[in-house]
């Protein structure tokens, strides 16, 4: 397999759930980044991992909790969550270069949450 | 703070024409980047171009082009002969410096949907 990977495209549950988003990186980056992306609205960064460790966190509320047991692989732990979190949730990979040197992000196809 | 405007929702474009999509930023960094992505209906973000702020010269692509100026604050996204699969959505981002040891991710506009009619 090639790029960012995610896993499920979809998913649909329910208030009371728990369930997890998955992604992997092929691409042996050493950042990887959760983005929400709402209708009608920019993309929101969420959660910045680099070299495994969380850089920030950009106030997001505590239903969702994020995991990032080594370079390749990021998770997003969701529960209890709110219809208003409905979105498409997107993982993406970028080699941090250091000081004032920006790399590319390579994003995933994106996991479509839809919460009833 | 940094803040990115797209200031055009839709546009509708014959096929074959060239394509300007707008776009401005605010930023008090004096080091930054500038990306443009395209987003088609499958959700996946594709990687377009960038733009160093500190490149003399505008970034080229394949017919992918960024009219860089910088006095302006100005980062548009130029589609030479448009094609039927250039349909999506179309966003800017930037990155700002930062410290060595912590990655940033990318501030985004709201993007323009582009639609190219036959």
């Known amino acids: 397999e090639t790029g960012v990977t995610q896993t499920p495209r979809h998913l649909v549950m329910g208030m009371t759930n728990k369930k997890s988003l998955k992604c992997e990186q092929h691409l042996g980056h050493n950042a990887m980044y959760w983005y929400k992306q709402s209708a009608k609205k920019p993309l929101e960064l969420m959660f910045v991992y680099s070299l495994e460790e969380r850089v920030e966190n950009n106030s997001v509320p505590s239903r969702f909790s994020p995991e990032c047991p080594n370079s390749s692989h990021l998770f997003l732990h969701l529960h209890t969550l709110q219809p208003e979190d409905s979105a498409l949730y997107l993982c993406a990979s970028s080699q941090d270069l250091g000081a004032g040197v920006a790399g590319e992000l390579f994003f995933g196809e994106g996991s479509r949450l839809t919460v009833l | 703070a940094q803040k990115i405007t797209q200031t055009q929702p839709g546009m509708f474009v014959q096929e074959k024409e060239a394509v300007t999509l707008d776009c401005t930023y605010d930023?008090?960094?004096?080091?930054?980047?500038l990306f443009w992505y395209k987003q088609p209906s499958s959700g996946e973000m594709i990687f377009l171009i960038y733009?160093?702020?500190?490149?003399?010269q505008n970034a080229t692509e394949g017919r992918y082009s960024l009219n860089f100026q910088k006095a302006r604050k100005s980062a548009n996204l130029v589609i030479s002969a448009s094609q039927l699969g250039d349909s999506a959505m179309y966003f800017c981002?930037?990155?700002?410096?930062?410290?060595?040891?912590?990655?940033?991710?990318?501030?985004f506009g709201k993007g323009t949907h582009l639609i190219i009619q036959p």
């Open positions: 930023t008090s960094d004096q080091s930054y980047g």
């Open positions: 733009q160093g702020s500190y490149d003399e």
């Open positions: 981002a930037m990155r700002g410096s930062y410290s060595g040891g912590g990655a940033d991710g990318l501030t």
